[in-house]
Each structure stands twice: as structure tokens, then as C-alpha cells.
């Protein structure tokens, strides 16, 4: 086919037609190839000398150049050549286009901020239960013995009190004289379960956050919280051969 040298044709089909080259970024003899040379030159690697390269069109998207001297809006300069972007090797070889860009915090710079608020109350009662407690109350008797008292032999089979409760003898032994006895009560009464009502308590409630436009309400805090994420970078696509022309007229400058 008559066609331009260093033309760049995109083929439905997989092979390189005669007279062309995939382009994928190899390089060519400068000896059997040098009018290839004089249009492209190192604009795709190449020494210069013996060799010459090719342009990398694989899983590329070719961008229009535009140059320093340009005067067409205020564009990113893209001289003819140039290579940029980031291919990540997450998708390579599969053919499902899985690359990814990892953004960190540093590159998602979103500080705390507040925005106005309300809140509006439930408001109703609790019932509040006191469990009680067991008590540990202990009662202590006291005799006092004196001898001051007649004493004499008791002739009974059992220990007892006399009648008068002022003397006291064990049985078939002598009787002791008491004095009086005394009682002291320690600790604590035991106590039931005390059950109460609370009412009109703030038992729960809804929140509404504003957009900052909102001057009404209160402000409420919002931190912000940011890990690292990844974030696809395939774009949908068609997987085209893109191929140069190695041989072919020369295109003639205007």
C-alpha cells in the first residue's frame, strides 16, 4: 500500500503487513532503515548510530503534541516523543485492565471540619432498683460472776439457773453467785430491695448535620479519618495493532 515513511496505521488484525512494524518500542537497523531515520530520529530511542527505535504504542493512548511555542490555551506540554502516566503491573498479562494508583493521605489533604447541627430528645423515665443487702447483726451476753453471794453444793443431775436467776451451778457441783448479766448488739439490719422512678430523662434521640451554609444550628465536630486506597486508572478501551510504516514515500514539507 502507498503510504507515507513513519506513518502510524491501528489494524484490526495481529501481524505487521510488509513494509511495517508493531509498534512496540524495539528498534531497527539505522543501516537498512535511514529514511525512517531522517523523519523520526530519536524521538523513540535509538543511539543514533546503528540503531534506530520504534514508537511503544502498547497499552498506551497516543496525546496530540503540543509544543512550548504553541499558543492555543494554557495545555501541558507534550513534545512529539514524550512519554507519561503510570502503568501499574496489576493488569499486566491478564488482559482486564486492573491497573491501579495508590493515593496516600498526603495526596488527600481533608482536614477536620465542623458543620451546624441539631439535636432533638426522647424524653421519658427510668425505673432505678437498689438491691438490698443481707445484714450481719451478732447479740453478746455477758455474765458476771461474783462472790459475794452464799454459795453451797447443788444436788441436781442437770446445769441450771436458780429460780431467781442469781446463782448458777452445774450439776452435782457447787453454786455460783451472779452479778447480773449484760447484752450488746453490733453490725448491721439487713434491708430489702428499693425501687424508684426517674422521669423526665433524655433516653435517646435524632441528630441532623447542615451543610456550613446553615448559621441556625449548633456546630458539631467532624474528624476525618483518611488511609491509603487505590483508585483504578484504566479508562474502558479497545485493544487495536498499532503499526509504523518503515518504508513508503517521502512526505514532502510544505
Known amino acids: 500500500m502507498d503510504c507515507f ?47 534506530i527505535g520504534l514508537p511503544n504504542l502498547q497499552s498506551r493512548v497516543p496525546v496530540g503534541q503540543y509544543t512550548s511555542s504553541s499558543t492555543i490555551g494554557n495545555l501541558t ?6 512519554t507519561g502516566g503510570l502503568e501499574n503491573s496489576a493488569g499486566k498479562g491478564t488482559g482486564i485492565g486492573t491497573g491501579t494508583f495508590t493515593l ?24 432505678v432498683k437498689i438491691p438490698g443487702a443481707t445484714g450481719t447483726l451478732a447479740v453478746g451476753v455477758e455474765v458476771d460472776v461474783t462472790t459475794s453471794a452464799s ?18 451451778a ?14 450488746t448488739v453490733s453490725g448491721n439490719a439487713s434491708t430489702g430491695d428499693i425501687n424508684f422512678t426517674l422521669n423526665n430523662l ?18 458539631v465536630n467532624v474528624p476525618v479519618s483518611v488511609s491509603s486506597v487505590s483508585v483504578p486508572t484504566v479508562m474502558p478501551f ?4 498499532f503499526c509504523i510504516a518503515l518504508n513508503g514515500l517521502w512526505p514532502d514539507r510544505p
Open 5 to 51: 515513511i513513519g506513518t502510524i496505521y491501528a489494524f484490526g488484525f495481529n501481524y505487521a503487513p510488509v513494509g511495517f512494524a508493531f509498534c512496540d518500542g524495539k528498534t531497527v537497523p539505522f543501516t537498512q532503515y535511514q529514511a525512517l531515520y531522517a523523519l523520526i530520529g530519536m524521538y523513540y530511542g535509538g543511539d543514533g548510530r546503528t540503531i
Open 77 to 82: 506540554v507534550h513534545n512529539i516523543g514524550a
Open 104 to 127: 496516600t493521605p498526603a495526596q488527600v489533604p481533608l482536614a477536620a471540619h465542623t458543620h451546624p447541627s441539631t439535636f432533638t430528645p426522647t424524653i421519658g423515665s427510668q425505673t
Open 151 to 168: 454459795a453451797g453444793t447443788f444436788s441436781g443431775t442437770t446445769n441450771q439457773l436458780s429460780t431467781l436467776g442469781k446463782s448458777y
Open 170 to 183: 452445774a450439776a452435782g457441783g457447787t453454786q455460783t453467785a451472779l452479778a447480773g448479766v449484760k447484752t
Open 202 to 219: 433524655v433516653t435517646g434521640g435524632t441528630a441532623a448535620v447542615q451543610a456550613n451554609t446553615a448559621t441556625t444550628a449548633s456546630a
Open 238 to 241: 479497545l485493544a487495536l495493532n
